[in-house]
């Protein structure tokens, strides 16, 4: 039997979230910015008809906003992840199998549907259900490979007619509709790759659809080769039923404010490790390598305000994903590569060389229950109890807990001046219906 599969994305992602509570918005254009409210990472369908355009610092905008009273909003990553995952449990109960791609975006397989219902039809039910039950505009790409479903929802987004749903398990729809879309709107074809793709006279989908395999294989690499297969139908890509765990996990902010105080950057280094420590234990892994790097910005003007820029790893024996272990390791990695006189933009740490739970080599001379630790690091006795009290109460949207290392007044901390109440994840911020 082949293989089918359906690309589902949520249109204007981050916008939609915004105006999903706000009915009073639902023909108002809106944006919403990134961290410290610099630049706009989403745009209604509104917005982009008015010409803002993606990644726009907002002060360069901010005359067109007020000329056509564009609402804007900091970015609310609590309710955007929250409303995505509601998505992606309708998902998974409307086909047999799910990739979560991104947090707007899943691969679903609908392998053997088509005995029971066409595929528009499925699609159009798919994206009628998801409108429904959670209040999102999807639109659905049908094909027999990931790479094909990628252009039909391209498609499908594209133009209204299709009514947001394409199907393009028909072969001569599939190279209509390829010879239509230039090569770099093909899953996995960049900017320098269309560059050389061009050079070669491959300017469209179809072109690179029927270029041959092995000379592509031979110019670039094997990975284009079986894009080229699942072009002409061939899957090649694997559903991903579970996410594979992230092998590092970066955890970094720029400031709101310069930081020219040590204590103030131990707070901030602290404020990562803890969100980078939350994320390692979400999937269950431990870690033995920390990074931590901190640096100036690259913009100003170094003649008034030089430039610096450093990092420093350290190495656990035993692997972990206690907080307190990488705090403590973080905190000593950031008095090497301190130094005062400096006015800090960003900051960050990062988690490296994971280990599965139960996985890990033992040290002969030392005490497995003590947890990871450095030859600087004081042995703290593993508390996995305590870790999951911790990590329960910061998602309950109930409390928040953490360790003093992070500050009371984070002076530091990212501006988010436009920002929208978490509407499904804290009890006071619930919409009242008067």
């Avoid at 798919?126 to 990931?146: E, L, Y």
């Avoid at 061009?198 to 094997?222: C, W, Y």
């Avoid at 131990?266 to 990074?291: F, G, I, P």
């Avoid at 035993?318 to 933009?345: M, Q, V």
Wanted: net charge positive; proline share 3%.
């Amino acid at each position: 039997m082949n293989k089918t599969f359906a690309l589902v994305d949520c249109n204007n992602f981050y916008a939609s979230c915004e105006k999903l509570f706000r009915p009073d918005l639902a023909s108002t254009p809106v944006v919403v910015l990134s961290n410290n409210d610099g630049c706009v990472i989403a745009r209604s369908r509104e917005a982009k008809a008015l010409g803002i355009k993606m990644g726009v610092p907002y002060f360069q905008v901010r005359e067109l906003v007020e000329k056509h009273r564009i609402v804007v909003f900091s970015s609310n990553y609590a309710l955007y992840a929250d409303i995505s995952s509601r998505v992606m449990a309708t998902l998974e109960q409307l086909a047999p199998a799910v990739e979560v791609y991104s947090i707007d975006e899943a691969f679903l397989n609908l392998t053997g549907f088509d005995q029971a219902i066409s595929f528009t039809e499925l699609g159009l039910d798919i994206r009628q259900t998801i409108q429904d039950w959670i209040g999102m505009t999807v639109c659905v790409g049908i094909a027999p490979s990931k790479t094909m479903a990628k252009l039909a929802n391209h498609a499908a987004k594209k133009w209204q007619k299709t009514a947001g749903v394409v199907d393009l398990t028909s072969k001569e729809r599939q190279r209509k509709l390829m010879a239509l879309l230039p090569v770099s709107e093909v899953w996995g074809v960049g900017g320098k790759l269309t560059k050389r793709l061009n050079e070669l006279g491959i300017h469209t989908a179809l072109q690179l659809a029927d270029a041959s395999p092995k000379m592509l294989r031979r110019q670039f690499s094997v990975v284009l080769e079986r894009t080229v297969a699942e072009l002409n139908g061939e899957s090649c890509l694997a559903l991903e039923d579970v996410a594979a765990n992230k092998k590092e996990i970066v955890s970094s902010r720029a400031f709101s404010e310069r930081i020219t105080e040590f204590t103030h950057m131990q707070q901030a280094v602290s404020e990562y490790v803890h969100r980078a420590s939350e994320k390692l234990r979400s999937q269950s892994s431990k870690a033995k390598q920390l990074t931590v790097f901190i640096r100036t910005s690259p913009f100003s003007n170094h003649g008034q305000d030089p430039f610096y820029s450093n990092s420093a790893s350290g190495v656990l024996i035993s692997p972990t994903d206690d907080t307190r272990d990488f705090l403590h390791l973080a905190g000593e990695l950031l008095k090497k590569i301190w130094k005062d006189g400096y006015r800090y933009a960003k900051a960050g740490v990062m988690l490296a060389d994971f280990y599965d739970e139960g996985t890990e080599q033992l040290q002969l001379f030392t005490d497995a229950a003590n947890g990871g630790v450095s030859e600087t690091t004081p042995l703290y006795r593993a508390n996995p109890a305590l870790m999951i009290v911790l990590d329960e109460i910061n998602h309950s949207g109930k409390a928040k807990v953490f360790f003093a290392a992070k500050g009371l007044q984070q002076d530091w901390a990212m501006k988010r001046q436009l920002l929208s109440p978490a509407y499904t994840t804290k009890w006071r911020d619930i919409p009242k219906v008067c």
